[in-house]
Protein backbone atom coordinates (compact mmCIF):
# COMPACT_ATOMS: atom_id res chain seq x y z
CA UNK A 1 0.00 0.00 0.00
CA UNK A 2 2.66 2.47 1.00
CA UNK A 3 4.46 2.19 -2.38
CA UNK A 4 1.09 3.28 -4.39
CA UNK A 5 0.39 6.13 -2.02
CA UNK A 6 4.09 7.46 -2.10
CA UNK A 7 4.02 7.21 -5.80
CA UNK A 8 0.56 9.51 -6.42
CA UNK A 9 0.25 13.02 -5.69
CA UNK A 10 -3.37 13.44 -4.95
CA UNK A 11 -6.13 15.95 -5.46
CA UNK A 12 -7.04 18.76 -3.37
CA UNK A 13 -10.23 16.72 -2.16
CA UNK A 14 -8.08 14.78 -0.18
CA UNK A 15 -6.07 17.14 2.27
CA UNK A 16 -5.66 15.40 5.51
CA UNK A 17 -6.40 11.87 4.36
CA UNK A 18 -4.85 9.37 6.60
CA UNK A 19 -3.96 6.14 5.69
CA UNK A 20 -2.87 3.29 8.17
CA UNK A 21 -1.56 -0.03 7.80
CA UNK A 22 -0.69 -2.23 10.07
CA UNK A 23 1.20 -0.20 12.61
CA UNK A 24 2.57 2.11 9.55
CA UNK A 25 0.76 5.76 9.61
CA UNK A 26 0.69 8.41 6.60
CA UNK A 27 -0.78 11.74 6.33
CA UNK A 28 -1.98 13.68 3.35
CA UNK A 29 -0.33 17.05 3.41
CA UNK A 30 -0.21 20.32 1.28
CA UNK A 31 3.27 21.73 0.55
CA UNK A 32 3.46 25.05 -1.08
CA UNK A 33 6.74 24.46 -3.50
CA UNK A 34 8.41 27.14 -1.18
CA UNK A 35 8.93 26.27 2.80
CA UNK A 36 11.14 24.05 2.61
CA UNK A 37 12.58 24.63 -1.00
CA UNK A 38 12.55 21.30 -1.98
CA UNK A 39 11.62 17.81 -0.36
CA UNK A 40 13.70 14.75 -1.15
CA UNK A 41 12.22 11.08 -0.16
CA UNK A 42 12.92 10.20 3.66
CA UNK A 43 13.10 14.00 4.94
CA UNK A 44 11.89 15.28 7.74
CA UNK A 45 9.47 17.97 7.99
CA UNK A 46 7.04 19.62 10.33
CA UNK A 47 3.21 18.91 9.51
CA UNK A 48 1.10 22.14 10.33
CA UNK A 49 -2.72 22.73 11.02
CA UNK A 50 -4.43 25.37 9.20
CA UNK A 51 -7.71 26.61 7.98
CA UNK A 52 -7.48 24.36 4.72
CA UNK A 53 -5.99 20.91 7.08
CA UNK A 54 -2.44 19.84 7.24
CA UNK A 55 0.42 21.58 6.19
CA UNK A 56 4.07 20.60 5.35
CA UNK A 57 6.35 23.36 7.24
CA UNK A 58 10.49 23.76 7.52
CA UNK A 59 11.46 22.75 11.09
CA UNK A 60 12.32 25.48 13.20
CA UNK A 61 12.99 26.00 17.05
CA UNK A 62 10.48 25.37 18.97
CA UNK A 63 9.00 24.24 22.22
CA UNK A 64 5.63 23.18 21.35
CA UNK A 65 5.16 20.10 20.57
CA UNK A 66 5.12 19.25 17.04
CA UNK A 67 4.18 16.33 14.57
CA UNK A 68 7.57 15.34 12.51
CA UNK A 69 6.59 13.38 9.75
CA UNK A 70 9.52 12.05 6.64
CA UNK A 71 8.55 12.28 3.21
CA UNK A 72 7.42 9.27 1.09
CA UNK A 73 8.59 10.64 -2.02
CA UNK A 74 10.62 13.51 -3.83
CA UNK A 75 7.98 16.47 -4.23
CA UNK A 76 8.83 19.40 -6.90
CA UNK A 77 5.83 20.99 -7.53
CA UNK A 78 3.41 22.60 -4.88
CA UNK A 79 0.78 20.08 -4.22
CA UNK A 80 -0.72 17.54 -1.67
CA UNK A 81 1.94 14.54 -0.76
CA UNK A 82 2.36 11.66 1.74
CA UNK A 83 4.25 11.83 4.73
CA UNK A 84 4.84 9.18 7.11
CA UNK A 85 4.11 9.95 10.80
CA UNK A 86 4.68 6.44 12.02
CA UNK A 87 6.13 2.95 11.60
CA UNK A 88 9.12 1.57 9.70
CA UNK A 89 10.28 3.66 7.13
CA UNK A 90 13.35 5.34 5.35
CA UNK A 91 14.54 9.10 7.21
CA UNK A 92 17.46 10.82 5.76
CA UNK A 93 20.07 11.29 8.45
CA UNK A 94 23.30 13.51 8.38
CA UNK A 95 26.74 12.78 10.14
CA UNK A 96 27.40 9.76 13.05
CA UNK A 97 24.26 8.18 13.78
CA UNK A 98 24.39 4.68 15.36
CA UNK A 99 21.85 1.51 14.97
CA UNK A 100 19.28 1.33 17.82
CA UNK A 101 19.96 5.48 18.66
CA UNK A 102 17.05 7.89 18.45
CA UNK A 103 16.94 10.60 15.70
CA UNK A 104 15.92 14.04 16.00
CA UNK A 105 15.53 16.93 13.89
CA UNK A 106 16.94 20.04 15.01
CA UNK A 107 16.98 23.93 13.17
CA UNK A 108 20.37 23.89 12.42
CA UNK A 109 19.68 20.33 10.28
CA UNK A 110 16.17 21.58 9.19
CA UNK A 111 16.13 19.04 6.12
CA UNK A 112 17.96 15.75 7.88
CA UNK A 113 17.52 14.12 10.99
CA UNK A 114 20.76 13.82 13.78
CA UNK A 115 21.83 11.63 16.04
CA UNK A 116 19.57 12.38 19.50
CA UNK A 117 21.67 9.59 21.17
CA UNK A 118 20.89 6.47 23.14
CA UNK A 119 18.51 7.79 25.50
CA UNK A 120 14.80 8.96 23.98
CA UNK A 121 14.34 12.79 24.67
CA UNK A 122 11.52 15.48 24.05
CA UNK A 123 13.01 15.67 20.43
CA UNK A 124 13.17 12.18 19.21
CA UNK A 125 11.25 11.41 16.43
CA UNK A 126 12.63 8.42 15.11
CA UNK A 127 15.20 5.64 16.13
CA UNK A 128 17.69 4.14 13.51
CA UNK A 129 17.28 0.65 12.53
CA UNK A 130 20.56 1.07 10.77
CA UNK A 131 23.74 2.73 11.33
CA UNK A 132 25.66 5.95 9.64
CA UNK A 133 29.13 6.56 9.81
CA UNK A 134 29.10 10.22 8.51
CA UNK A 135 27.79 12.05 5.62
CA UNK A 136 24.08 12.27 3.84
CA UNK A 137 22.32 8.93 4.25
CA UNK A 138 18.39 7.22 3.88
CA UNK A 139 18.35 5.08 6.92
CA UNK A 140 15.88 2.39 8.20
CA UNK A 141 14.38 3.84 11.30
CA UNK A 142 11.31 3.52 13.42
CA UNK A 143 9.12 6.35 13.34
CA UNK A 144 7.96 6.52 16.94
CA UNK A 145 4.83 8.91 16.25
CA UNK A 146 4.57 10.82 18.90
CA UNK A 147 4.89 15.07 18.88
CA UNK A 148 8.32 16.06 19.39
CA UNK A 149 10.14 19.83 20.39
CA UNK A 150 12.54 20.83 18.00
CA UNK A 151 15.65 22.10 19.55
CA UNK A 152 18.29 24.72 17.79
CA UNK A 153 20.92 22.28 17.34
Excluded at 44 to 65: D, L, R
Aim: net charge positive; charged share 15%.
Amino acid sequence: MRTILARHKIGASRPGMEAISGDTKMICAYWNGTAPASIVAGQPVVIAYGQNGPQVATPATSSVYQTVAVALDNATTAGYYWFQTRGIGRVLVNGAVNQGAFVKVTNASATKGVSDGASRTANSFAVAREANSSGEKLISAYIIGDRVTIPAS
